[in-house]
């Protein structure tokens, strides 16, 4: 995972614009309590711009190489064998992962086993549609320098988490727009190029399945009375006929 030309990009001018509305993102996002527990995979060094750590005591940030805020609680590991119990985490942040780790799927597998039942899970990821994101990629790649090996597409993120039966949404599009710092919606599809990164929110749904079991024969709880003779009676109409 090569991450430092991230942390490099974020500190030129398009990159602040971006950061401050990830920042804005992120922090509407995290909607778990501050008892709770909350893992970020990838380590971006400006986390106080979306939470405080001070306040969330079980806020951890896990990275093999970057830091994070220094006031966070850093582990190192590898995002292909998180050191969690499963489902024990209540929340993971994933921002800007995907495209360096070449062990995608293993990675999303990883966090459905550490996430609870009805877990939180907030990815962000670049748009490999947008145009300016591609120009970046092409310049620091004739350089030899690291960038976007694998840019992923949002409906194929999506797509993945379904298959782990997380139910997701396209929940926000960046761009370079100064003016929507705080605006941290939905871009609509004829936008989509527009959008230089991309934010979704899903939960991990635990479905329980119901066993079959073979019907036995149904036998009534209630006692039938016994019949009894009712003499008829025959009126004088009757008789006279």
């Not at 806020?59 to 998180?82: H, I, N, P």
């Not at 797509?159 to 100064?178: I, S, V």
């Not at 009534?220 to 109409?237: E, H, N």
Request: hydrophobic share 40%; aromatic share 12%; glycine share 4%.
């Amino acid at each position: 995972m090569h991450r430092k030309v991230l942390h490099e990009w974020f500190s030129t001018s398009k990159g602040q614009v971006l950061q401050q509305q990830e920042a804005a993102f992120l922090k509407r996002s995290i909607t778990v309590s501050c008892k709770q527990l909350i893992v970020q995979i990838g380590a971006l060094g400006w986390e106080n711009e979306f939470i405080d750590c001070s306040l969330y005591e079980q806020f951890y940030v896990m990275d093999d190489e970057q830091d994070s805020w220094y006031q966070s609680k850093l582990l190192r590991g590898a995002t292909v064998a998180l050191p969690f119990k499963s489902e024990s985490v209540d929340m993971v942040i994933l921002p800007h992962l995907l495209e360096f780790d070449r062990n995608k799927h293993q990675v999303l597998r990883e966090i459905e086993r550490i996430l609870k039942p009805e877990g939180k899970l907030t990815i962000i990821s670049f748009n490999p549609w947008n145009i300016y994101i591609n120009l970046q990629y092409m310049r620091r790649k004739a350089k030899k320098a690291p960038w976007f090996p694998g840019l992923v597409s949002r409906t194929r993120i999506e797509d993945w988490l379904r298959l782990l039966n997380f139910e997701a949404e396209f929940a926000a599009g960046f761009n370079f727009d100064a003016a929507r710092i705080n605006a941290g919606h939905a871009e609509g599809r004829s936008q989509q190029l527009r959008v230089a990164a991309y934010g979704i929110n899903a939960i991990k749904r635990s479905y329980h399945l119901i066993p079959l079991t073979p019907i036995r024969e149904y036998q009534s709880k209630f006692a039938m009375a016994k019949l009894i003779d009712v003499p008829v009676i025959r009126s004088q109409y009757d008789t006279e006929s």
